[in-house]
Structures are given as C-alpha cells and as structure tokens.
C-alpha cells in the first residue's frame, strides 16, 4: 500500500509564510499528478496547486503569485510554499497523489492563519 504523510502545517500571522511537504512511500511505480487540496470548515475541498510528472504547475486563482509548488521525483515529494498567507488560507490542507492506477490522500495538516 501507499501511504501519504504531510508535515509543515501549523499557525502564522497574517503576511507570514509556511511550508507544507507531503512524502509518499510504499509500493509505488509511476506517480503522475501530485497536488495540493485544501477544505475551510464548513466548505468543499478544493484545489490549490497541481504539478505533473513533467513539472508543469497549476493554480488556484486565489493563490496564484503567493503559493509555489514544486516536487522531487526522485524522493517522491510534493512541497508546497506559501506567502503572504492570509486568513482567508486557513484549512486543513490535504496531499494528493495520482499513483497508477490509483489517487491517494495524506491524513491533512492544519493551516490557520491569524488576522
């Protein structure tokens, strides 16, 4: 099996900066999409950030030029860099990853931005 484990989570004043990661392990062969969810309370999860096997990168408008994604093949990593947070960012932010033939989710990790 393929488990998904985030770490970086945590709470930042508003303007401050996180950094999530998101390491899979396990039985993996070709990870595809690897991303960057998050749910407010009381709201649908949505996307934030996606980036393919080939590094292509996309973006939620409401955190395009703040939030940069990147990953690492070779360790089979997913960061993801947050700036200027406001507390309009606050959410459980959960890792996604397509793994042929499956998709997965990490457990999530608190984000809480302070006004």
């Known amino acids: 099996q393929v488990q998904l484990v985030e770490s970086g989570g945590g709470l930042v004043q508003a303007g401050g900066s996180l950094r999530l990661s998101c390491h899979a392990s396990?039985?993996?062969?070709?990870?595809?999409?690897m991303a960057w969810y998050r749910q407010a309370p009381g709201k649908q999860r949505e996307l934030v950030a996606a980036?393919?096997?080939?590094?292509?990168?996309n973006y939620a408008d409401s955190v395009k030029g703040r939030f940069t994604i990147s990953r690492d093949n070779d360790k089979n990593t997913v960061s993801l860099l947050m700036n200027s947070l406001k507390p309009e960012d606050t959410a459980v932010y959960y890792c996604y990853a397509h793994i042929v033939p499956f998709r997965y989710w990490g457990q999530g990790t608190q984000v809480t931005v302070s006004s």
């Open positions: 396990g039985r993996i062969s070709s990870i595809n999409a």
């Open positions: 980036v393919t096997s080939g590094g292509s990168t």
